[in-house]
């Protein structure tokens, strides 16, 4: 599921992977959001330069209905997202 990428421009999957014996440990970004997409946006884009070589990026959308779900899966492919259909609390 994790794919290398240069992390040098917009649009590249910033997600990368180290070598088994890398001595990099494996980060996960894990982002809630609800009814945010313009921060959300924000954090993502401030996610793309980082030069950390092993890290993956999940979003659990809780329920929101501005479309934030979509867009991100549109604009940022890189990240997982994870949608509950409600709002169920703090993701």
Do not use: K
């Not at 440990?25 to 884009?45: K, M, Q």
């Amino acid at each position: 599921m994790v794919s290398s990428g240069s992390g040098e421009a917009r649009g590249r999957d910033p997600r990368r992977t180290g070598n088994a014996g890398s001595a990099v440990p494996r980060v996960s970004i894990v982002i809630p959001a609800f009814n945010r997409l313009d921060y959300t946006r924000r954090c993502l884009g401030s996610i793309e330069h980082l030069t950390y070589p092993n890290f993956e990026t999940i979003l659990i959308d809780n329920g929101s209905g501005d479309g934030t779900a979509g867009s991100v899966r549109q604009e940022f492919p890189w990240v997982r997202v994870i949608r509950n259909e409600a709002n169920v609390g703090y993701a």
